[in-house]
């Protein structure tokens, strides 16, 4: 047996545990297990909330605002983005910064 098909079969087995326990707690906790699940739900959403908040405060900084915006915006599509949805703004910005003009 190889390192390989030990590991597989480890994590099998622990996968295989954890949905056990899941199951039982949500048959015999089903209070508690909501409680959980409610948590998790709200506290990814108020993540996801503050994050995009943060990127909108960043966004609106004078002067750094719009050259960290840019950069993140090229740094997700490598600055260049020929499948994506924003390909004409991308293409739009990468010339404007080659003329020395502020891209946006």
């Known amino acids: 047996m190889s ?10 087995v622990h996968a295989r545990m954890a949905g056990v326990k899941a199951t039982h707690s949500v048959k015999n906790a089903r209070l508690m297990t909501a409680t959980i699940l409610l948590f998790l739900l709200a506290y ?21 605002g ?5 950069g993140a915006k090229h740094r997700v599509c490598g600055g ?3 499948t994506s949805r924003h390909s004409a703004q991308c293409a739009a910005d990468t010339r404007e910064t080659a003329d020395g003009t502020a891209g946006g």
């Open 3 to 12: 390192t390989a098909s030990q590991w597989l079969l480890l994590l099998r």
């Open 44 to 64: 990814t959403l108020s993540a996801y909330w503050l994050f995009s908040e943060g990127l909108a405060y960043v966004a609106r900084l004078p002067g750094a």
């Open 66 to 70: 719009a050259l960290l915006s840019l």
């Open 80 to 82: 260049h983005c020929p």
